[in-house]
């Protein structure tokens, strides 16, 4: 027999090493091969039938943790480990070591807050430009590296912004995610604010009326004192005023909703006011925004300023009929100090006007003693006489036509305010006197209708006092002309429904029927008269002087004679 040292050779080739795996990788889990006795002293764990190939005290070794100077790690195949490899800590080969994973500091990474860059740890990383604070989540060392095609050589950029939460920037080399803003930075017009995120549209805008950035309170600051009502907005969102050295600035104007401003420094985007500021003739008063033309003119008949009450407030009360425009244009009266005689802004006692108080106020008329309660002081400012004269509150039908409803039937009818409305109109009317709102008489008459209060031929006496009540007034009928006198002289309106005779007629046939209003009263050469509102007037029975009862007792403005009186006392 010959020994054969090529198939001898061949042979140990097919057989598996007993001590090759030994400090190898474990058989399809994580781990290391070593003796049981090694992985205990690591405070590993030992796993069975994951190192076939090597004795019976070498197995699957596991969880082996390492620590490098207080930074925990595991001991694992350096070709598994994505942090750092620390050697000397675990056992094994070379290529088992210490994996101390990398721990990314907060931040860094990120985008900047309100300044186009991105966030470094300035003890790792250089920045090519001068870096910025308070722009980066993260530890101090964390710090924004602004953007820029090449480095910025403004001393500058990088400085807050002026009287708002934000960083200047160079816009020719950085960009900004919000809108920079002009003027508060120094340095060039490259050089601008960009104002730190907010979630509110409205930050950056101008001011209303005054000189001036809207700013967010709760992450901005003003180096001079913010004003409210001229940003839109959330009450956070505030007027920061332009720098100025008189201190009238941005104070409320005298009688008028509205901010004093330097006319030198400032623009109004309404017509400044005189008279309302305190200081030089350059410090006026700048409105409210308002689209009416005819707020900030003078009022009719009384001292004051015409006002819209929907943006603005008065100190006195308000005073309706003194102010052309709509309800909302209304009187607010002069005073050196706010009125404390009650009494101002009534209605006058027996004549169609308003009462004043003669120390602050004066009336085109010439005003009449005994018509108001209160001192001398408080006299009746009676309005104009003349006709054509149509108050504030006044209504004409014929403007409203607007179809509400049809009336079935052979020839079915659209009906209007104009076609039969005066009844609503009147009470429209007097629900503006009494309570300052204005009702529309589609309003009213759309109400009536799906109500079941209208049936096609105009609307009766209890269907003006439901809908007055709905509305909070109370309409109480009478039949009595000394009643309806008292009334008028107390000031309350009353709704009259007038008929086809005598001398003076709102029909056009014997049978039909129509509603005015009465509102106020007065004397004249002895004989009791009322001012009569008529609702399809024209330039005609408006705010004229007409008579109910004649010298012989007689009726001369007509009635229709209704069982409940032709007359709606309307209170509140």
């Not at 209303?208 to 950035?213: D, H, L």
Request: charged share 15%; glycine share 14%.
């Amino acid at each position: 027999m010959h020994f054969n040292p090529k198939l001898f050779l061949a042979f140990l080739a097919t057989v598996p090493s007993a001590f090759a795996a030994l400090n190898g990788k474990c058989d399809g889990v994580s781990g290391i091969c070593i003796n049981t006795s090694t992985c205990q002293s690591y405070g590993g764990q030992s796993i069975s039938g994951k190192c076939p190939s090597d004795p019976n005290d070498v197995k699957c070794c596991q969880t082996i943790t390492c620590n490098s100077n207080g930074r925990s790690g595991t001991c694992m195949f350096t070709d598994q480990c994505d942090g750092e490899k620390v050697s000397g800590l675990c056992p094994g080969g070379n290529d088992f070591k210490c994996c101390i994973k990398s721990q990314k500091t907060e931040g860094v990474g990120e985008r900047c807050n309100g300044v186009a860059g991105t966030c470094i740890d300035v003890n790792t990383t250089t920045c090519p430009t001068q870096t910025v604070t308070g722009k980066c989540p993260g530890p101090n060392n964390v710090r924004c590296c602004p953007d820029s095609t090449t480095p910025a050589t403004d001393p500058n950029v990088g400085k807050p912004c002026n009287g708002v939460a934000g960083t200047c920037i160079d816009v020719n080399t950085s960009t900004c995610p919000n809108q920079t803003l002009t003027g508060k930075c120094p340095g060039g017009n490259n050089i601008r604010c960009c104002p730190d995120s907010t979630t509110d549209p409205n930050v950056g805008k101008p001011c209303n009326g005054v000189a001036g950035t809207c700013i967010d309170v709760n992450t901005s600051t003003c180096p001079n004192q913010t004003l409210t009502g001229k940003c839109p907005g959330g009450n956070n969102i505030r007027c920061c005023p332009d720098s100025t050295t008189d201190p009238n600035v941005g104070k409320p104007c005298n009688g008028v909703a509205g901010t004093c401003i330097d006319v030198n420094t400032s623009t109004c985007p309404n017509q400044t006011l005189t008279g309302k500021c305190p200081g030089g003739n350059n410090i006026r008063c700048c409105p409210d925004s308002t689209t009416d033309p005819n707020v900030g003119k003078p009022c009719n008949g009384v001292a004051g300023t015409c006002i819209d009450v929907n943006t603005s407030t008065c100190p006195n009360q308000t005073l309706t009929g003194k102010c052309p425009g709509g309800n909302n244009i209304r009187c607010c009266p002069d005073s050196t100090t706010p009125s404390t005689d009650p009494n101002v802004g009534k209605p006058c006692n027996g004549v169609a006007g308003t009462c004043i108080d003669v120390n602050t106020s004066t009336c085109p008329n010439q005003t009449l003693t005994g018509k108001c309660p209160g001192g001398n002081n408080i006299r009746c400012c009676p309005d104009s006489n003349s006709n054509g004269n149509r108050p504030g509150w006044y209504i004409n039908q014929n403007d409203h036509t607007e179809v509400i409803c049809t009336i079935p039937g052979s020839s079915p009818e659209n009906k209007t305010v104009k076609s039969s409305g005066c009844g609503i109109s009147c009470l429209s009317m007097a629900i503006n006197i009494l309570r300052g709102v204005y009702v529309t008489p589609e309003t009213l008459f759309r109400e009536g209708y799906n109500a079941g209060q209208y049936w096609g031929d105009g609307f009766s006496h209890d269907a003006l006092s439901y809908l007055g009540g709905n509305h909070g007034v109370n309409i109480s009928w009478t039949g009595n002309l000394d009643t309806v006198y008292s009334a008028l002289q107390q000031g309350k309106p009353v709704i009259f429904h007038t008929g086809f005779e005598n001398t003076y007629h709102f029909t056009s046939t014997k049978d039909g029927g129509h509603y005015i209003l009465l509102y106020g009263s007065n004397t004249v050469n002895g004989i009791q008269k009322v001012y009569v509102f008529d609702p399809n007037g024209g330039n005609n029975h408006i705010n004229e002087l007409m008579t109910l009862r004649s010298a012989n007792g007689g009726i001369e403005v007509a009635k229709r004679g209704r069982a409940d009186g032709d007359f709606g006392i309307v209170s509140n």
